[in-house]
């Protein structure tokens, strides 16, 4: 499976902003997918994540309630919806696939096999 994120840029402080993760050389739908970022400097970490068929979704605190992670099986695609964006959520967002626990993403990079090229995502305050 190949991964292509897209959709990063320069925003402002309070913009809205979505992330695109498209799948090539296999069906995304039979994966869990997360999204994990890294600040420059920082470890990645955790964002959010989505089960194979979209009917669970899971969040790191920070984000919660700004942030949207949702998929498109037909498009091969999973999405995230950055709401209220802040300075602090400038990072390079990775997307990732996970085809050992469809029903159960994990929080931990290392359980995820594939992994797309990252996107920049710049909030200015």
């Known amino acids: 499976v190949q991964l292509q994120a897209s959709g990063g840029g320069l925003v402002q402080a309070g913009d809205s902003l979505r992330v695109s993760c498209e799948a090539s050389?296999?069906?995304?739908?039979?994966?869990?997918a997360g999204w994990f970022r890294q600040a420059p400097g920082r470890e990645r970490e955790f964002v959010a994540a989505i089960t194979y068929n979209g009917g669970s979704v899971y969040y790191t605190d920070s984000v919660k309630g700004r942030f949207t992670v949702s998929r498109d099986n037909a498009k091969n695609t999973v999405y995230l919806q950055m709401n209220r964006l802040k300075p602090e959520d400038t990072a390079v967002y990775y997307c990732?696939?996970?085809?050992?626990?469809?029903?159960?993403?994990?929080?931990?990079?290392?359980?995820?096999?594939?992994w797309g090229q990252g996107t920049l995502v710049t909030v200015s305050s």
């Open positions: 050389g296999s069906t995304l739908s039979r994966f869990a």
């Open positions: 990732a696939a996970d085809p050992q626990f469809p029903r159960v993403p994990s929080y931990s990079d290392s359980m995820y096999a594939y």
